[in-house]
């Protein structure tokens, strides 16, 4: 089971007019056995008690939910109306709870990756990771933010040129090259083609000397670009990549992120030369390295990358 938790907070209602959750339990099951008695003994209270918490939530809606006979109680409108979807709610509440519960927490791994690195490199090879280790349930934040490995945040953490701080693990993954990636469609053969087409830039978080920019790789290249500092720009990688596919211009993109989309014919890389960049790491908490669905998953990753299922053909020699 996965489960991907988007870095932006939700923003729905942050918060809700409700009574308390005794008072809805009381009127469920009262409701539910048309007994205030029978309710009782389901939750293992008094009728009085039933008949206290009913009365609290009445005065809470200013309405009444029972017709209150010598024997026998009766649900208004408004009872009616709150029956079905609190009963809903409880059922509901009972399984997430119950599902929790049977979930070992040995198997939870929580892994963090930037949102390219989920989309284009991680997701088409999840599969594999289920058919290998079913038992694991992989929970994958998806945030170009500083991990928080020494937090117990997270259990493993996938950065690109990313050290460790003091005390976490980091293990080495693969160097990434970068080149001129665009949609098939643009018929992109040589450097010079270049100049007939938009230039798609993203931001990097750090700049340096190594940051594989269209500035060094023209310089490289020894291409002039009439726009090399204008065209499309994104703040993240993967929506500059997905504009590529689009036929919307070039991306500079790492070989090792989009290889799979050049192995399924999304995009292709037929320019030379390749920037040598930095690599990909994989840090772990020492706090989480015993559990040996942590370390099963950290293997996995390192296997991928190290049996050519992270590496991609470089960009084809010039002719």
Partial sequence: MTFIHPSVPHNGRMGRRLPPLSQLRAFEAAARHL???QAAAELHVTPTAISHQIRKLEDWLQRPLFERHT??????????????VLK???????????????????????????????????????????????????QIHASTEVARIDEGEVDLAVRYGRAA????????????????VASPRLRLRRADDLRRYRLIHYEWRRVSSRTPTW??????????????????????????VQ?????????????????????????????????????????????????????QVGDWLAEQFLTGSGRTRGPAQPS
């Fill in 35 to 37: 007994s205030f008695k």
């Fill in 71 to 84: 024997r026998q109680v009766m649900l208004t409108g408004v009872g009616q109306l709150l029956l079905p």
């Fill in 88 to 138: 809903e709610g409880f059922d509901a509440f009972a399984l997430a709870l119950e599902s929790a519960a049977q979930l070992p927490a040995a198997s939870q791994v929580t892994l963090s990756a930037t949102p390219g690195f989920v989309s284009f490199w991680l997701l088409p090879r999840l599969g594999n990771l289920r058919s290998r280790h079913p038992h694991i349930h992989l």
């Fill in 165 to 180: 701080a003091d005390g976490d693990e980091q293990r080495p993954l693969a160097v990434e090259r970068f080149a001129p």
């Fill in 215 to 240: 500035a060094r790789w023209l310089a490289l290249a020894g291409i002039e670009h009439p726009d090399a500092q204008g065209g499309l720009r994104f703040n993240d990688e993967s929506h500059a």
């Fill in 243 to 295: 504009a590529a596919i689009a036929g919307e211009g070039v991306v500079l993109a790492g070989q090792v992120l989009v290889q799979d989309l050049l192995t399924r014919g999304l995009l292709e890389a037929p320019l030379h030369p390749a920037l040598d960049a930095q690599g990909y790491f994989l840090l772990r908490s020492p706090r989480s390295a015993p559990r040996p669905a942590v370390q």
